[in-house]
Each structure stands twice: as structure tokens, then as C-alpha cells.
């Protein structure tokens, strides 16, 4: 049976509660949302779901809170993977140095992420997981502030990410996959498909 756009939506809650619980990461929510969407049959949405408990079901504790807030290179290098419940703004801080950040395994009850960039005479990275509405704002000097990620789809309700970046002599780009590692993920996708 084809499903409705009010089931799609109804899908779409789920997803979002079960982020909110800690049950999906961030990449895994905007993967599941653009899926509920895309989806034409009932069967599609179920199997969106089907890992999930029903509706009703006790709730589960959420994941840890992400403590660290703040990343910082002066001078160097930051990489962080972030895997905790983010619930604040995150702040990155770059002077002659890189700062990436990741965060597609973060926790975000929200749906909704806010990051602080600043980079002065270096780079911060912030990598998105696909399919997520990326906001940017704030202003370049002698630098460039980017957003190499598709676009998220018009009328639907996606996770968003908004960024607040100021660069001088620096730069800022938000990244999803398909342009964090391209070569990467074409190499997995040419060996997958070797199988």
C-alpha cells in the first residue's frame, strides 16, 4: 500500500524522538529522515522504523552530554569526532592552526546544532551528515566562509546546522560526506560494487 505524506510526517516524529532518547546519531536521524520522505510505500516507512521500539515503549536515557564545548588549535592541529548529546552552541577557535570537527555521530535532541567558527590565519572544518539544512552566517576578511554540502530539500522538515563563522586570513567550510573525503568514498563505493 502507498503510504501518505501524513504517515511520512508521522515517520519523521518517530525518527526525531528516537534522537532525542539517544537511539539514533545525528547522521543516522538525517539519513532516516530524507528516506521517510523519498519513501512510497508503507513498507518503505516500516523499515525506517523497524529497529526502533513502538510507540508507548518506556524511554530510554539519553546519551552523555558532549562536555567539551570549545575546540581550539593555535598553532596546531584539533580533530574531533563528536559522539555525545550536544544541547549547547560549540565553539571552534582556529589561529594559524586546523580545527576539524565531525559531527555525524553526535547525539541532537534538538535536530538542531549551532557552532561558533572562528578562524584567524587557519582553517576550521565542520563536517555535516548529508542532507542537513546548513545555515551560515557572520563574515570573511581576507578569507572565504563555504558551504559544500547539497541542499537540503524545500518543505521538509530536516536537521539543521547553523553556523556563525568569522574568518580573517582564514577560512571556514561546513562539508557533508560526498565532499569530506571524495576520493575515500569513491574507492568504498568502486570496492562495493567489486562484490
Known amino acids: 500500500m502507498r503510504a501518505s505524506d501524513a504517515e511520512r510526517e508521522t515517520v519523521v516524529e518517530r525518527l526525531r524522538v528516537a534522537s532525542v532518547e539517544g537511539r539514533l546519531t545525528f547522521e543516522e536521524l538525517t539519513d532516516r529522515t530524507a528516506a521517510a520522505y523519498r519513501a512510497v510505500t508503507r513498507a518503505d516507512l516500516e ?48 589561529v594559524m592552526g586546523d580545527v576539524v570537527l565531525d559531527l555525524r555521530g553526535a547525539q541532537v535532541p534538538s535536530g538542531e546544532v549551532t557552532v561558533i567558527a572562528t578562524a584567524v590565519m587557519g582553517d576550521v572544518k565542520i563536517i555535516v551528515p548529508d542532507g542537513v539544512a546548513v545555515e551560515l552566517s557572520g563574515h570573511a576578511f581576507l578569507g572565504d566562509r563555504r558551504v559544500l554540502a547539497r541542499e537540503a530539500e524545500p518543505g521538509r522538515r530536516t536537521p539543521v546546522v547553523r553556523v556563525r563563522a568569522n574568518a580573517v586570513m582564514g577560512d571556514v567550510k561546513i562539508v557533508d560526506d560526498e565532499h569530506h573525503a571524495p576520493i575515500r568514498r569513491a574507492v568504498a563505493e568502486w570496492w562495493e560494487g567489486r562484490r
Open 47 to 94: 523499515e525506517l522504523t523497524g529497529d526502533l521500539p513502538g510507540v508507548g515503549a518506556p524511554v530510554a536515557d539519553p546519551a552523555p552530554l558532549q562536555v567539551r564545548r570549545r575546540f581550539t588549535a593555535v598553532m596546531g592541529d584539533c580533530k574531533e569526532r563528536l559522539s555525545g548529546r550536544i544541547e549547547g552552541e560549540l565553539e571552534a577557535l582556529s
